[in-house]
């Protein structure tokens, strides 16, 4: 068995199961004192906003834009896309040279709704405009995706609303991203699809089905529960969601979504802004970051640290994946 202490790489075992699954996990990568330590220091330096790399005033009154990259301009997160516990197990699944182009904050309230079943491919569901763009190469996947690291900072109970997956579904795309959803805020909270309140953060994921007949088959599903500090692994082409939050004011549910693809994977082709949520980025201060390995494609905007200066220094597993 490996050293996980000194080496976090994927046993044979475990890639196939992924392989099966999709996903893999959870995984501790902090102890939960740690976590909720980390967590304390996050929390108050996410309301200044003043190196954040999106301005505040192109965010939209409703939007999630706010949650996205903020790995860019707080210490503690540029240190977690750098995670060797994480980016090792990444990349023993996409190989040795790797960009972290996203992070995301998923929090859920008291009383807020679940998230509908959804698969991600291109990341276009939302904007329109694919945000993700692999080669055409025999190597590349047949529909895209990528490597999503879901951390969770807080506890991660079915009453908080904890992750649901659906195994070995990464394989088969049921949505086509390309035919757009319409934004509506006030449809949030206010649905119930199967008998279970789920949206898609003012978005209705079912106008992406290619078979408007089609359903998900919750019987292939199960809830992921988590402590603060575990992370899930998984393709985000694989099915899935997460449950409603029914339990107290306190017990909220803070994840962290953290996503890599391989250096030659082109990322935001060809766009100047993003425009989901009822809001519009501009990607003018926008850069990647290697987090493993070495660039030999430079198609990316890459940056080596982050807005405070923090160095972002890449691992390297080359030679460790080839012996």
């Given at each position: 068995?490996?050293?996980?202490?000194?080496?976090?790489?994927?046993?044979?075992?475990?890639?196939?199961?992924?392989?099966?699954?999709?996903?893999?996990?959870?995984?501790?990568?902090?102890?939960p004192?740690?976590?909720?330590?980390?967590?304390?220091?996050?929390?108050?330096?996410?309301?200044?906003?003043?190196?954040?790399?999106?301005?505040?005033?192109?965010?939209?009154a409703?939007?999630?834009?706010?949650?996205?990259?903020?790995?860019?301009?707080?210490?503690?997160?540029?240190?977690?896309?750098?995670?060797?516990?994480?980016?090792?197990?990444?990349?023993?699944?996409?190989?040795?040279?790797?960009?972290?182009?996203?992070?995301?904050?998923?929090?859920?309230?008291?009383?807020?709704?679940?998230?509908?079943?959804?698969?991600?491919?291109?990341?276009?569901?939302?904007?329109?405009?694919?945000?993700?763009?692999?080669?055409?190469?025999?190597?590349?996947?047949?529909?895209?995706?990528?490597?999503?690291?879901?951390?969770a900072?807080?506890?991660?109970?079915?009453?908080s609303?904890?992750?649901?997956?659906?195994?070995?579904?990464?394989?088969?795309?049921?949505?086509?991203?390309?035919?757009?959803?319409?934004?509506n805020?006030?449809?949030?909270?206010?649905?119930?699809?199967?008998?279970?309140?789920?949206?898609?953060?003012?978005?209705?994921?079912?106008?992406?089905?290619k078979?408007?007949?089609?359903?998900?088959?919750?019987?292939?599903?199960?809830?992921?529960?988590?402590?603060?500090?575990?992370?899930?692994?998984?393709?985000?082409?694989?099915?899935?969601?997460?449950?409603?939050?029914?339990?107290?004011?306190?017990?909220?549910?803070?994840?962290?979504?953290?996503?890599?693809?391989?250096?030659?994977?082109?990322?935001?082709?060809?766009?100047?802004?993003?425009?989901?949520?009822?809001?519009?980025?501009?990607?003018?201060?926008y850069?990647?970051?290697?987090?493993?390995?070495k660039?030999?494609?430079?198609?990316?905007?890459?940056t080596?640290?982050?807005?405070?200066?923090?160095?972002?220094?890449?691992?390297?597993?080359?030679?460790?994946?080839?012996?």
């Amino acid at each position: 068995m490996n050293d996980r202490i000194s080496d976090f790489r994927l046993t044979p075992e475990e890639l196939a199961t992924f392989e099966e699954q999709g996903f893999i996990g959870p995984i501790k990568v902090y102890e939960p004192e740690e976590m909720e330590r980390r967590w304390n220091q996050i929390r108050r330096a996410i309301p200044d906003r003043s190196r954040a790399i999106y301005p505040e005033d192109a965010l939209g009154a409703v939007t999630n834009l706010s949650n996205y990259d903020r790995h860019l301009d707080i210490d503690l997160l540029s240190e977690h896309i750098m995670q060797r516990a994480i980016v090792e197990r990444v990349a023993s699944i996409l190989g040795p040279d790797l960009l972290c182009w996203r992070t995301e904050f998923f929090p859920k309230y008291q009383g807020d709704e679940g998230t509908d079943w959804h698969q991600a491919a291109t990341f276009a569901h939302s904007s329109g405009r694919p945000q993700i763009r692999w080669p055409a190469e025999n190597d590349a996947p047949a529909f895209g995706g990528t490597i999503t690291a879901w951390t969770a900072f807080t506890h991660s109970t079915k009453e908080s609303g904890c992750l649901q997956l659906m195994p070995g579904t990464h394989r088969v795309m049921n949505y086509d991203e390309s035919l757009g959803m319409s934004y509506n805020p006030d449809t949030i909270n206010k649905r119930e699809k199967d008998s279970v309140r789920r949206g898609f953060f003012g978005y209705d994921y079912r106008e992406l089905q290619k078979d408007p007949d089609w359903r998900p088959d919750e019987s292939k599903a199960f809830s992921l529960v988590m402590q603060p500090g575990e992370c899930v692994i998984f393709w985000s082409t694989l099915m899935h969601g997460s449950l409603p939050h029914t339990g107290g004011p306190k017990d909220y549910r803070m994840g962290f979504a953290t996503r890599y693809v391989p250096t030659q994977v082109e990322v935001y082709p060809d766009l100047g802004d993003v425009s989901e949520y009822g809001g519009t980025i501009p990607l003018d201060d926008y850069a990647s970051v290697l987090v493993s390995g070495k660039d030999e494609y430079g198609i990316n905007k890459l940056t080596d640290r982050n807005r405070r200066g923090q160095p972002f220094t890449p691992w390297d597993f080359r030679e460790s994946f080839s012996s």
